[in-house]
């Protein structure tokens, strides 16, 4: 039931082993790269033959002005798709950006504004609508509740008048 550990010489024969099939692999891909460079340079670039005459010479050097300025062209052209394609990249990753929400959203600041203030606003100085929010308000009117009051005894009235400074002293006044 219990998995059984590598030995360490185990997974030290283990590992140069690993490293040798992938040195293998590396010293493989390398010779291909060579060969498919080799390969290409001489499909693509044939060898020079230098012509004994000035007239060959010159049309030779025609020759080889005319293939700079086609692969000129190709490597300007190749330019201006890179540079069309990272702009449109850089839109695409700005609308991603916004679309998640991630930008941090300024405090407001409170600000006291009538609601005419408001609509001239938003809805330029043409629009001079007066709106009066209150007038078109239902009006409640407040029932007064009277609360019984309890009768109050007269011993009540006598602590309430007996209470504070004054009240020591009309305290002291009534029992002289």
């Not at 609508?129 to 005894?153: C, F």
Request: proline fraction near 2%; glycine fraction near 4%.
């Amino acid at each position: 039931m219990s998995e059984k550990k590598m030995t360490s010489s185990r997974r030290h024969h283990l590992k140069s082993l690993v490293l040798q099939i992938a040195k293998n692999l590396l010293e493989a891909e390398v010779s291909e790269l060579e060969a498919e460079k080799t390969r290409y340079m001489a499909e693509n670039c044939p060898s020079l033959s230098m012509p004994g005459s000035l007239q060959e010479l010159q049309e030779l050097c025609k020759k080889l002005h005319q293939q700079i300025d086609k692969v000129d062209e190709e490597r300007y052209d190749l330019g201006s798709k890179v540079e069309k394609s990272n702009k449109e990249i850089e839109d695409l990753k700005i609308k991603v950006v916004d679309l998640k929400g991630k930008f941090q959203k300024p405090a407001l600041k409170k600000v006291r504004m009538s609601a005419d203030a408001m609509l001239k606003a938003l809805l330029g100085s043409k629009h001079t609508v007066n709106l009066d929010l209150r007038a078109n308000l239902k009006q409640v009117k407040k029932e007064v509740r009277e609360e019984e009051k309890e009768a109050v005894g007269d011993w009540r009235k006598n602590i309430e008048d007996k209470a504070g400074m004054g009240g020591r002293k009309k305290m002291f006044e009534s029992d002289a």
